[in-house]
């Protein structure tokens, strides 16, 4: 605890912040008063008390001059005012509490960003934003906990062992203390029995959480292969262990509840005992009775607070420690000290002896050198597998080779920051994905300063601006999740604008019409061609038919380039390119034959209809 404390320490007491830290001085300020106007309670309670009773004729000054009725409105107005200095504490920590948030909240993201894609390869993302969820609720709360729980307690604790010891008898702390000590054992240890159980729980509830969010984003998968029952089921399976868990959290609090409230009992019976036999003695009066009573069960809440408080802590610490696990994870890729900004000109793209792997025991790159001249298409071509999306996550430095190296304009990528490298590279994807947003935030995201003009523009580029202004909402009609509301077609349209908007030196085409039919994609490799008029282009590609025009061809298998050269020649040499274009025009040919008899066959019903 006090190793994660210390970690938050900066977050509480941030240095550019003169207010906040004034706010916690205000707050501790108000928190003193509260506790002192809380013990002061009790007092006007027993003064009231003993101005009713027979025995009260011990200060007959103050009951002339107050009487109960004032004695009885000065408790009033004890009480308000500690409820008016409690709440003022409150109100001015929220603040600084809510302040710590925001901040380890965004450093945790921004620091997610700087991870390489290896990690978010490997984490699922409802588990990684369950993560971010709870560390920010575990930091309010320990926030909150340690600087609005603990401290007032142990003042608290502080003054009402400090009146038992001084006004009553040495016997009264030391009954108290022992309750107090026993209190906070038994809390201890029930607790510590019930972390196992909540980390269960929390384990059990983000499987289930992870397996709803992977579900529903592929929502279109599970209806295509009637998966719904064994959705429900996995999703089912998490839910009832989550189930189970939590009835062992909820029983094992019942327990603890039990626990403390029957260790508080005995401690405050022992004490009202205790005055009972002072007051036959002589040596206490009605009002001590009352004021004991009320003290402790002025105690009580405290003391539950304190219960709740080293369970909280202890769960935030687990929650908070994870976030802590992530900013401790340090980024694969990261700017060498000394890195200069890529200047970049031509856009000439060198590949020098390349070798890279994911995995030690599999090599993807073998030996890869290619030079993209300035202003060329350089097609890279090849079977599943063979390596080439990895040559654009190297480009864009998502990785790094294991030797050899990769420059821009004679400048080792390597050795330039990051940031200035990516704003020289555009890229469209095989797989786009866009934001939850509208298409126009979609297509600005190119370039963030772009003006309204300037988006159009690129839209048009891209032939889709037609299709925009053709929807109600225009440039601020919503895509959807994942941009779903759009075809397949449209989406890579959107992804080319914000290409274009971005004004690269560099574009990457990462098999960009692969997932479309012989149509749209002789549409979109019409407005490919003119973005790529010159600019260096790299276009990775499935389909051989949109490379045909490429200035030169990289055939690349298993890791290792084995041919090279425009298309003529390379149909000429007979080889692995030949041999894959046959393949492709045999498939082309015959999803065409089929076209052509779907369209005669409807040609012939229509004329039958006619009829």
Not at 210 to 229: G, H, P, R
Not at 415 to 439: E, H, K, M, W, Y
């Amino acid at each position: 605890m006090l190793s994660t404390t210390r970690r938050l320490w900066p977050y509480i007491w941030p240095r550019d912040r003169f207010d906040l830290r004034l706010r916690i001085f205000l707050a501790l300020l108000a928190l003193l008063v509260a506790k002192f106007v809380t013990i002061a309670v009790p007092y006007a309670f027993k003064w009231a008390t003993d101005s009713l009773t027979a025995n009260a004729g011990n200060d007959p000054v103050r009951l002339m001059v107050l009487g109960p009725v004032m004695l009885t409105a000065l408790y009033g107005v004890l009480r308000t005012a500690m409820a008016v200095f409690t709440q003022l504490r409150d109100a001015l920590f929220a603040a600084v509490a809510m302040n710590a948030v925001r901040r380890m909240a965004n450093d945790v993201f921004v620091h997610l960003h700087q991870l390489s894609l290896r990690f978010h390869l490997e984490r699922k993302t409802g588990g990684l934003t369950r993560v971010l969820e709870r560390g920010r609720t575990a930091i309010e709360t320990m926030v909150r906990m340690v600087t609005l729980t603990g401290l007032p307690t142990l003042v608290e604790f502080a003054l009402i062992l400090g009146v038992f010891f001084v006004q009553y008898d040495w016997r009264y702390a030391l009954v108290t203390t022992a309750m107090i000590v026993a209190y906070m054992a038994f809390t201890t240890i029930a607790t510590n029995w019930r972390i196992g159980i909540r980390r269960s729980m929390n384990e059990s509830d983000q499987d289930a959480n992870t397996k709803a969010i992977d579900s529903l984003l592929n929502y279109e998968t599970v209806k295509y292969f009637n998966a719904e029952a064994r959705e429900a089921a996995r999703y089912d399976h998490s839910m009832a262990r989550y189930e189970r868990n939590s009835v062992k959290s909820y029983t094992s609090l019942a327990v603890l509840n039990a626990g403390q409230a029957a260790i508080f009992t005995a401690g405050l019976t022992a004490v009202m005992i205790m005055c009972v036999y002072g007051i036959r003695a002589g040596t206490n009066t009605l009002g001590d009775f009352v004021l004991i009573n009320a003290m402790m069960i002025q105690l009580y809440q405290p003391l539950n607070f304190m219960g709740m408080f080293y369970r909280e802590m202890k769960q935030a610490i687990i929650d908070i420690e994870q976030m802590f696990n992530i900013l401790e994870r340090n980024p694969e890729i990261r700017d060498r000290p000394g890195a200069a900004p890529l200047q970049a000109g031509a856009g000439v793209v060198r590949f020098e002896d390349v070798r890279f792997s994911y995995d030690p025991q599999r090599e993807i790159l073998r030996g890869v050198s290619f030079e993209a001249p300035a202003g060329k298409t350089i097609a890279i071509v090849g079977p599943s597998g063979a390596g080439k999306s990895t040559i654009s996550r190297l480009l864009f430095r998502f990785y790094e080779p294991q030797s050899g190296r990769i420059t821009i304009d004679g400048q080792d990528i390597a050795q330039v920051t990051q940031n200035s490298l990516r704003r020289a590279i555009g890229i469209v994807p095989q797989d786009t994905v866009l934001f939850n947003d509208s298409i126009g935030y979609n297509i600005r995201y190119g370039r963030w300063d772009a003006s309204q003009d300037e988006i159009e523009d690129a839209a048009q580029l891209a032939q889709i601006d037609a299709f925009i202004k053709s929807l109600p909402d225009g440039y601020k009609a919503q895509v959807g999740e994942r941009g779903l509301k759009l075809s397949g077609g449209e989406k890579q349209r959107v992804a080319l604008a914000r290409a274009i908007l971005k004004q690269p030196e560099i574009m990457v085409l990462d098999e960009a019409t692969s997932a479309l039919d012989s149509f749209t994609e002789r549409d979109i490799q019409e407005a490919l061609d003119r973005v790529a008029e010159g600019r260096t282009t790299l276009v990775i590609a499935h389909r051989l038919s949109t490379v045909v025009n490429a200035d030169e061809i990289l055939v690349l298998d298993k890791g290792v380039i084995v041919e090279r050269g425009r298309h003529e020649a390379l149909l000429a040499e007979g080889g692995v390119y030949a041999g894959m274009w046959n393949r492709q025009r045999e498939v082309d040919d015959a999803q065409e034959r089929l076209r052509r008899a779907e369209q005669e066959e409807g040609a012939s019903m229509r004329s039958r209809v006619e009829v």
